[in-house]
């Protein structure tokens, strides 16, 4: 079966934009999670979806939101970007809430310049 | 916030050596899991463990879950080329809906 999904794979945006990435999570998988990826920081946890509803929020600015639409695809958004930004934006989806049986997409790279 | 304290953070080895790393952390975690991520590609599970003292094996991989609850470590032994990458350990506080992870150790190996 197809795995995570995550488009765009390289993204380059400026300051101040703002940056829409996108998950497909795996057929018939509920929830889905977004972690942040940066050599200083490693992975942080941004935010967890399941069914449709926000379970858990990590410790990042309200710049950072995002969604999860009827057919359990989410989305990420960042406004104002900064340059501290810059990182791998890794999402993961489960058949259930919490981490059982995690499977990670390849990413998104967001550049900031 | 929970940290997870992993060493050691690079590893050189030669191949057929056996790898040893673990993770240690002040809190203590209902979950530990080892993964494993290779250039451009996300977290791949390696091993999950869920009891406290659970020894578990994947092929030529074995983690054990502390008995305290508070470290973990993963053994690889005979190590070949293609286990080169970035290994991570990850743990769930109980009741949370996150992972927390460790900084990783990178892996290499000279043939």
């Known amino acids: 079966k197809a795995g995570v999904t995550q488009t765009p794979r390289y993204l380059i945006k400026t300051r101040g934009q703002q940056v829409t990435l996108s998950c497909s999570p795996i057929s018939g998988h509920r929830s889905v999670s977004w972690y942040q990826q940066t050599p200083g920081q490693g992975l942080q946890f941004l935010f967890e979806y399941f069914s449709e509803t926000q379970r858990n929020k990590g410790n990042f600015p309200g710049r950072f939101s995002g969604r999860q639409f009827s057919n359990s695809r989410s989305e990420m958004n960042v406004s104002t970007l900064e340059l501290g930004d810059s990182a791998l934006y890794l999402c993961?989806?489960?058949?259930?809430?919490?981490?059982?049986?995690?499977?990670f997409g390849s990413g998104t790279r967001l550049t900031v310049v | 916030g929970q940290q997870l304290n992993q060493s050691p953070q690079s590893m050189f080895i030669q191949e057929g050596e056996d790898v040893s790393m673990n993770c240690t952390s002040s809190s203590i975690f209902n979950t530990w899991l080892w993964y494993k991520q290779e250039p451009g590609e996300g977290p791949v599970l390696l091993i999950a463990?869920?009891?406290?003292?659970e020894l578990t094996s994947n092929g030529r991989l074995t983690a054990q879950f502390g008995i305290t609850r508070k470290d973990s470590f993963l053994n690889i032994s005979a190590s070949i080329p293609s286990d080169v990458g970035i290994y991570f350990c990850a743990g769930q506080l109980k009741g949370a809906q996150k992972l927390v992870f460790g900084q990783g150790t990178r892996l290499t190996i000279n043939p």
């Open positions: 463990l869920y009891k406290a003292g």
């Open positions: 993961a989806s489960s058949s259930r809430t919490g981490p059982y049986g995690y499977t």
